[in-house]
């Protein structure tokens, strides 16, 4: 809908996942930065293999049912390991894919300082072709990444390989930057002729109000929910290394149930039961409860 860009919530793994559906975003973003860091505790650098993404994708997919775009960083080498990347998130079930243009091993676009090189803008549309025709028979999208502004190319560049990758077959169009005026006067030129998507984590000021305005389709909140749990995390850890009950850490927890809840434990097992006999079992049900069944399946619904 004009003027209601779509607002992707950050996740790094299953749970998280679960929290941003539960929270009312209409799609989870796996992010590579997230699932290194969570996962892995490692920087965001194309240490994580194509096969652990993949795995973090296809876990994230079924814990959810809202639509997953993941994170597929720069996908693993040329056209050859792009096109695999994007069938095998496809296959996970990820609803789309982003492929951006830093060349391998990539160096994570928050590093102000860091080395970096883009690919060739036709070398980068060979990859984003050939993910496109691998993701196809899935119905999974292609987000194709610019990462010019962060390179210190200027917007020229930035549009020029936006134009490029479009034509390529990318579905929408993601421009990474540092700031955001020349990022907003690339959208409100209307010279990319996909839907362009904002990553906010380095121009936090800026009102979605504004990037709506600008004609941004998407909005992605990478990182947000990782950093926070960091620092609850370690508010929670401090106060429990000093405590003398664990009641005194309470307040900054979530009950017991609220975990049981996103994890779907059968509401059954926590009904207390008569007991009959010296066996603790129910004499008229000596079968043990079963667990409801996951009324989403094995796997999330496809999107």
């Excluded at 993949?54 to 639509?67: G, M």
């Excluded at 990037?211 to 909140?221: E, K, N, R």
């Excluded at 900054?252 to 926590?270: A, C, D, G, N, T």
Aim: with cysteine; net charge neutral; hydrophobic share 45%.
């Amino acid at each position: 809908m004009p003027g209601r860009p779509l607002r992707l919530g950050g996740a790094h793994d299953a749970l998280s996942a679960c929290l941003v559906e539960q929270a009312g975003f209409p799609a989870v973003w796996l992010s590579g930065f997230g699932v290194a860091a969570a996962q892995f505790d490692l920087p965001d650098a194309n240490l994580v293999t194509l096969s652990e993404s993949a795995e973090a994708a296809r876990r994230v997919a079924a814990a959810v049912r809202i639509p997953v775009v993941v994170d597929g960083d720069n996908g693993f080498g040329d056209a050859f390991h792009a096109a695999r990347a994007a069938r095998e998130y496809a296959a996970a079930g990820a609803a789309a894919v982003c492929l951006e243009d830093n060349a391998f091993p990539k160096r994570c676009s928050l590093w102000a300082s860091a080395p970096r090189a883009l690919v060739p803008p036709e070398e980068m549309a060979a990859k984003i072709a050939a993910a496109k025709k691998a993701a196809e028979p899935y119905g999974t999208l292609v987000i194709g990444r610019v990462e010019s502004l962060i390179a210190g190319l200027g917007p020229e560049d930035a549009l020029a390989r936006a134009r490029a990758y479009a034509e390529a077959g990318a579905d929408a169009i993601l421009i990474h930057a540092r700031s955001f005026p020349p990022l907003g006067e690339i959208a409100r030129s209307g010279r990319v002729p996909r839907p362009l998507v904002a990553v906010p984590t380095l121009y936090p000021e800026v009102p979605f109000s504004e990037l709506a305005d600008a004609g941004f389709a998407a909005v992605v909140y990478a990182n947000q929910l990782l950093r926070a749990m960091v620092r609850a995390g370690r508010a929670a850890l401090s106060l429990l290394r000093r405590a003398e009950t664990l009641s005194e850490v309470e307040p900054l927890i979530s009950p017991l149930e609220e975990i049981h809840r996103l994890v779907r434990v059968p509401q059954e097992w926590f009904v207390e039961k008569p007991q009959h006999g010296g066996n603790g079992h129910d004499a008229r049900n000596p079968e043990p409860a079963r667990p409801n069944a996951d009324p989403r399946g094995h796997h999330a619904a496809r999107r």
